[in-house]
């Protein structure tokens, strides 16, 4: 007995280091994995963003990107919806360290770099797509804005795809949703029956060659056509022809962070409401993102 005793002293003390060996490295392995999740969801180190605590009750904190055509929209907009919600609109406009696309909507931040303006300064960020794909932190409200894709020509001879000779080139906005539905119609046709595809990396550049008819036709967004010919495309010789397929649908909302869903639901109430009695309809054509003949018309 007495020699078994330090022998039993000596296994207890084995026990109690690989126990704590064992929990330690079970901590660890959750750190990581929750390092891991937090990378995967795109959320910064917390070091490098203050948090800045809720926006004072009667006010809403609106953020807009500063250099996007649609910012005076979205600001105007803003406004609208903390009139409507009876809250005073704070709009803070957003300066991006990477250039904003001409004539188009996509939004030029990391999300790490949208969480820490979530974070620091903004309840809702104007302007985000209604898609998939999206970190689990982050919510969108149902879209303010629903918009389409059109096919624009110069030519008054072309009033329909079938109409342009298939060795004039179609232009398309590169990797666009209706840039691929281009490039699945195009292969479902016989290889001699193929119009040439150019795709360009914004609306401003697929403008330009379209007016310069190095393309004879342009899968355009349409607030980005309207914004470029002052609301009126014809004044510029360039017509609208129907396209030989359905074109997806680009819906633009609020962003926000998900534990914000009640101001979301809110938030899209207004929304609602403003789409319900023109008045997005009627910004839409004072900011030059729809035609000016069709102010009354349903989006």
């Not at 891991?36 to 948090?51: G, H, K, S």
């Not at 008819?213 to 609301?231: H, I, K, M, S």
């Amino acid at each position: 007995m007495p020699i078994a005793k330090p022998t039993a002293n000596v296994s207890l003390r084995r026990t109690m280091t690989a126990a704590v060996a064992a929990a330690g490295a079970a901590a660890l392995l959750v750190a990581n994995v929750n390092l891991a999740l937090a990378q995967f969801e795109d959320i910064p180190p917390r070091d490098v963003y203050r948090e800045r605590g809720r926006t004072r009750g009667n006010e809403v904190a609106l953020c807009v990107n500063s250099a996007a055509m649609m910012a005076s929209f979205d600001k105007a907009l803003g406004e609208q919806i903390a009139s409507r919600l009876l809250l005073t609109p704070k709009v803070i406009e957003i300066k991006t360290w990477h250039p904003t696309e001409a004539l188009d909507y996509r939004i030029p931040l990391s999300f790490e770099e949208i969480y820490i303006e979530f974070a620091e300064r903004c309840d809702g960020f104007m302007g985000f797509t209604l898609a998939q794909g999206y970190p689990s932190w982050l919510i969108i409200t149902r879209p303010y804005l629903s918009t389409r894709v059109v096919l624009a020509a110069t030519s008054p001879e072309f009033r329909k795809l079938a109409d342009i000779p298939v060795n004039r080139p179609i232009g398309t906005r590169m990797l666009g949703g209706v840039d691929n539905q281009m490039i699945v119609y195009l292969q479902s046709l016989p290889e001699k029956s193929r119009w040439r595809r150019l795709p360009y990396f914004n609306n401003k550049m697929l403008l330009d060659r379209l007016l310069d008819r190095t393309v004879a036709a342009a899968f355009v967004w349409e607030p980005a056509l309207y914004r470029a010919t002052d609301g009126d495309p014809e004044s510029k010789g360039i017509n609208v022809i129907p396209p030989p397929f359905e074109l997806s649908q680009t819906e633009l909302g609020i962003g926000l962070r998900s534990n914000d869903a009640y101001l979301a639901t809110t938030l899209g109430q207004a929304i609602d409401s403003l789409r319900a009695d023109g008045t997005i309809d009627r910004l839409l054509v004072e900011h030059n993102l729809a035609a000016k003949s069709a102010s009354a018309e349903k989006r």
